[in-house]
């Protein structure tokens, strides 16, 4: 008995299966280009921090960043004082990439945003994903 397998490659994800067995879904990270894996990581650390999930938050850092906190306990005391009264309301993201390193520019029209919430916040490329570095 002879099987006919396929795969397909698109929007981010390898589609591969053979004919007598179920598709088999696999995130193909290397698909996306560096901007839009940056922007992703960026979204998903200003969505934590919106949340006021800390652990979230946390795990986008760079261990520098990690080390200078000290301790997800003292991060998260962090966010909560930063974000006290705040109504995140995030409008626009763009980032920019050289090679490993990133800038990301984040619009909040939350009018208790700080000053230098929209300046550019570094972000480097270590261990196969972006980390937020800027700390």
Same mark, same amino acid.
């Given at each position: 008995?002879?099987?006919?397998?396929?795969?397909?490659?698109?929007?981010?994800?390898? &589609?591969?299966?053979?004919? @007598?067995?179920?598709? &088999?879904? &696999?995130? +193909?990270?290397?698909? +996306? @280009?560096?901007?839009?894996?940056?922007? =992703?990581?960026?979204?998903?650390?200003? @969505? =934590?921090? =919106? =949340?006021?999930?800390?652990?979230?938050?946390? *795990?986008?850092?760079?261990?520098?960043?990690?080390?200078?906190?000290?301790?997800?306990? &003292?991060?998260?005391?962090?966010?909560?004082?930063?974000?006290?009264?705040?109504?995140?309301?995030?409008?626009?993201?763009?980032?920019?990439?050289?090679?490993? @390193?990133?800038?990301?520019? *984040?619009?909040?029209? +939350?009018?208790?945003? *700080?000053?230098?919430?929209?300046?550019?916040?570094?972000?480097?490329?270590? +261990?196969?994903?972006?980390?937020?570095?800027?700390?």
């Amino acid at each position: 008995m002879r099987r006919t397998c396929i795969s397909i490659v698109g929007l981010g994800l390898i &589609v591969a299966g053979c004919s @007598s067995e179920e598709p &088999v879904l &696999v995130s +193909d990270t290397t698909s +996306d @280009s560096p901007e839009a894996a940056l922007e =992703a990581a960026a979204n998903e650390l200003n @969505s =934590a921090m =919106a =949340a006021r999930d800390a652990g979230a938050a946390w *795990t986008t850092y760079s261990q520098r960043c990690k080390d200078i906190f000290g301790s997800p306990e &003292v991060f998260e005391m962090m966010l909560e004082a930063n974000y006290k009264d705040r109504n995140p309301d995030i409008r626009e993201v763009t980032v920019k990439v050289n090679g490993s @390193s990133g800038q990301v520019v *984040t619009v909040d029209e +939350d009018p208790a945003a *700080t000053a230098d919430s929209m300046k550019p916040r570094t972000w480097t490329f270590i +261990d196969g994903r972006w980390q937020y570095d800027s700390c």
